[in-house]
């Protein structure tokens, strides 16, 4: 018996988020396989198990990394089987990233652009964003402090935060009930879990608007001319957007949050007749005395990703929230 190997028909596609590849993609030096810029920047190692050679990016020694809502996309896509073994050996590597909130300077902005080997324009759509924005992967922390400094100098606000702690699964709780006390309980999953929030000097809040876009196809009674009579005809494509208040909130501990949403509102002993009424008082009595952050209006509809490239169309902006609040965190716990 012979058995042949021959190359799947159909275009290449990129171990990490799976789409298409362009023929000026990183090929990996050990096992050849194609990956994008972006994806090989963000992850640094082939994906292939058993391979994991390191990916050379051409370019200086600071790494250019794609905007957030790219990263998030990617990560979404991965399980920890797939991110296993990425920060073993290279512990070594940072990731600089803007915080939002810099009043726009040209200065800054050039400062953005030179480090990204760009123009000041992309270097402003990164300061002006209302969401933290990776810039570069830096080797060392001592490279890493000396690029916040230069950022810093030029009147642009960074971090720098570990890699591997960045690039981890974006995993949250989903949490059911708010019971009121000092500090509040969360009663987590449904399953009668009650998990007490940290106090409040030791608890970040990130207010959220999760917002999910999916296409809906209209219906309508026209008049068909081939059928002599109106019948019911599919119309034009409308996209169905809807928006739901919602929280993420982390403690001291690095790890991931416990994502409170609307239908929590049963906050017990609380009598607001609305959802929202009740939605209001939830939000009130977990960010009293915390530190809060907002990634709400803007910020919100700037995340959305597809919910599962090639599968369906449905866009989501969780996973961006997910990796926006992360980076809010480490910073956070940095500070
Ligand atoms: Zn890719
Ligand atoms: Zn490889």
Redo the contacts with the bound molecule.
């Keep these: 018996m012979t058995i042949r190997i021959a190359p799947r028909g159909g275009p290449a ?7 298409g ?1 362009d023929p000026a ?1 990183v090929a990996c030096a050990g096992c050849g396989v194609g ?2 810029d ?3 920047a963000t992850f640094g190692r082939c994906a292939i198990l058993g391979c994991r050679v390191p990916l050379a990016v051409p370019g200086p020694e600071a790494t250019p990394l794609p905007r957030l809502v790219a990263m998030a996309s ?1 990560l979404a896509a991965l399980s920890a089987t797939d991110l296993g073994g990425l920060g073993d050996d290279d512990d070594e590597s940072f990731v600089v990233a803007l915080l939002p909130g810099t009043p726009e300077h040209p200065d800054a902005s050039a400062a953005v652009g030179e480090l990204l080997g760009q123009t000041p324009y992309d270097g402003r759509l990164r300061l002006t964003s209302p969401v933290p924005e990776p810039l570069v992967r830096v080797r060392g922390r001592a490279a890493a402090d000396a690029v916040v400094q230069r950022l810093a100098g030029r009147r642009a606000r960074a971090v720098a935060l570990p890699r591997h702690a960045l690039l981890r699964p974006l995993g949250r709780t989903d949490a059911r009930e708010v019971a009121p006390g000092e500090p509040p309980r969360l009663v987590v999953d449904g399953s009668g879990w009650d998990v007490p929030l940290p106090p409040a000097a030791e608890r970040l809040v990130v207010a959220v608007q999760l917002v999910e876009v999916s296409p809906q196809t209209e219906t309508k009674n026209l008049w068909s001319e081939a059928r002599g009579r109106k019948a019911k005809v599919k119309t034009r494509r409308t996209l169905e957007r809807r928006v739901e208040p919602g929280a993420l909130v982390f403690g001291r501990a690095p790890g991931d949050p416990v994502l409170l949403r609307r239908d929590v509102a049963r906050l017990s002993g609380c009598r607001e007749p609305t959802t929202f009424g009740r939605w209001a008082r939830v939000l009130a009595e977990v960010s009293r005395g915390a530190t809060v952050e907002r990634l709400e209006g803007g910020a919100a509809s700037l995340l959305l990703t597809r919910r599962r490239p090639l599968v369906d169309q449905v866009e989501e902006n969780l996973p961006g929230l997910l990796l926006a609040a992360r980076v809010l965190h480490l910073a956070w716990l940095a500070a």
């Design positions: 596609t990129c171990p990490y988020c799976h789409d590849l993609a990956y994008h972006e994806c090989a990617r």
